[in-house]
């Protein structure tokens, strides 16, 4: 790991100098370390923003649930106030890495994880091309061991997938992410602050290095979940292995009941693309609908017909909407 | 067992020189750092890189906290900051400045051994012991969260700590075990 320089900020003004490549913020570092062992990063500079003050609270006010970005997964995981208004987002977090990773990983740094595709998380100078490591190098994933990777959004310059629970959880549930920089705060739908790789060439950017729209020198703050009685939610995470493992799909469904039936749904898949996605269209058919497997299941499968699915992920369809299906039928019990 | 340590910075110059984001600079860079381990006062100068498990190994010559995969996959590396446990491997030693850090030596020692260092003994919750510090260390927190209810509980919380000879039954049961004790 190459040496840096380190300072400990008070205050968030302290981290507007961030630009994601020489100066770097450092909350947790579950992330960060890695990401220097292996060349992704080796920034000149590291401000460490896990000691500001007032950045770790949990609580609610009024309709809303209020995070800040340095509270931990376990913290938010294990709290009660979270449990009761947003039990997808406790349950996201508890399914997330490891107890002890738990208790250093923050919120705020979480969303902001990087894909685990192999051809990327390998040490540098990579022996193969990605284009997220080297600009132009190509994308190994794109005709190679893409069993893990998007079946949506992707272009052939990135096939990669934002691999983090809570951030799937936060964008079911409708929740607002809370962000800082010297143009002030502000506020955006974390479903939106995530760019699939063909949202970013869209929009004109690299397709494979522009993840988010934070810009340089912005810095997540907290988020704001709303509080909305009558729903309950819940947490499905299909992966190899029962525990500590990353999602092959998984999916957070927050639904309101009434008469027995359906009256709002909301669901979310993570590991299909490099952003929470969203299943809209299949949310307005499920009103009216019994939150039961046979009647929520063809919607949802039919609310995946436009995904995209590479040589060796074809099975993420079903299984996604195996996840979801499940994910609405807890939330309802 | 605990030392103070104070290094001076290399006056060696980088080799690399004239880029912009050259090595000369930040290769001497120095923190001072302050903190407990197992109770007692340590204070160094060291580069931010270096991390807590490197520090505590290298530096303070506390060889019990084991490097396993060096990259939060295996938690043999375990130990607890502030009483909760974490992946030392996965922490900057600067960023422990006003910290308490307990590793495996503060948890016990061979004339002393903790309640869950029994255990494990009792259970053969072990075949090689490469991981059995992590383990130990995460047992005792895992304990003390109060998640050491059931097989299953134990299963998911003390899923951060690998055991390649998979020891597993043998460590679910040590770890049920001690803390049945512990309530007494």
């Known amino acids: ?333 | 067992m605990a030392t103070t340590v104070n290094e001076k910075a290399p006056t060696a110059s980088s080799p690399i020189t004239g880029k912009s984001n050259d090595l000369s600079k930040a290769a001497v860079t120095r923190r001072s750092v302050r903190m407990k381990v197992n109770g007692e006062s340590v204070a160094s100068e060291v580069e931010p890189r270096v991390t807590l498990l490197d520090y505590l190994r290298d530096r303070l010559q506390l060889t019990g906290t084991k490097k396993g995969c060096n990259e939060g996959a295996c938690g043999t590396c375990t130990v607890l900051i502030d009483g909760k446990r974490m992946n030392s491997c996965l922490t900057l030693a600067v960023q422990c400045d006003g910290r308490e850090v307990t590793t495996i030596e503060g948890i016990g020692s061979a004339e002393q051994l903790h309640a869950v260092q029994q255990s494990f003994i009792d259970h053969d919750a072990f075949q090689c012991g490469y991981c059995t510090p992590g383990q130990i260390v995460s047992a005792v927190a895992c304990i003390a969260e109060g998640h050491a209810t059931d097989t299953a509980s134990v299963s998911e919380w003390m899923s951060g700590n690998i055991c390649r000879c998979a020891a597993y039954p043998q460590i679910t049961a040590a770890v049920l075990d001690a803390a049945a004790k512990s309530k007494g």
């Open chain 1, 1 to 333: 790991m190459r040496n840096f320089d380190y300072h400990v900020a008070d205050r968030v003004d302290e981290a507007f100098s961030i630009d994601g490549t020489q100066t770097m913020a450092i909350a947790g570092g579950t992330e960060l370390l890695n990401w220097f062992r292996l060349g992704i990063a080796a920034p000149d500079k590291v401000i460490d923003i896990g000691r500001i003050a007032g950045l770790n609270t949990i609580e609610r006010s009024g309709d809303w649930l209020s995070i800040g970005a340095l509270a931990t997964l376990n913290e938010i995981g294990e709290h009660a106030i979270v449990h009761e208004h947003a039990a997808v987002l406790a349950e996201a977090c508890l399914a997330a890495a490891s107890p002890q990773i738990r208790n250093r990983a923050t919120i705020g740094g979480n969303v902001l994880q990087k894909t685990r595709c192999a051809y990327f998380r390998a040490e540098g100078p990579l022996p193969w091309a990605c284009n997220k490591r080297v600009p132009g190098s190509g994308c190994s994933a794109r005709e190679g061991l893409n069993e893990r990777h998007a079946i949506f959004g992707w272009t052939d310059a990135c096939v990669a997938v934002q691999p983090s629970d809570p951030l799937v959880a936060l964008a079911a549930l409708d929740a607002e992410v809370e962000i800082d920089g010297r143009a002030g705060r502000r506020r955006l739908a974390v479903a939106e602050l995530h760019l699939t790789q063909q949202e970013a060439a869209a929009a004109g950017l690299d397709a494979a290095l522009a993840e988010t729209k934070l810009r340089p020198g912005e810095v997540i703050v907290g988020y704001h979940v709303p509080v909305r009685k009558s729903e309950r939610s819940a947490y499905v995470k299909v992966r190899e292995r029962a525990s500590y493992e990353y999602a092959l799909v998984s999916a957070a469904a927050v639904v309101a009941l009434q008469d027995g039936l359906i009256a709002r749904a909301a669901v979310a898949l993570g590991s299909v693309a490099q952003k929470p996605w969203r299943l809209r269209t299949a949310e307005a058919q499920l009103v009216g609908q019994p939150p039961t497997r046979d009647a929520v299941r063809p919607i949802l499968l039919a609310g995946l017909a436009d995904a995209r699915p590479l040589a060796h992920n074809g099975y993420k369809v079903a299984m996604a909407a195996g996840a979801a299906t499940r994910a609405i039928v807890e939330a309802a019990a």
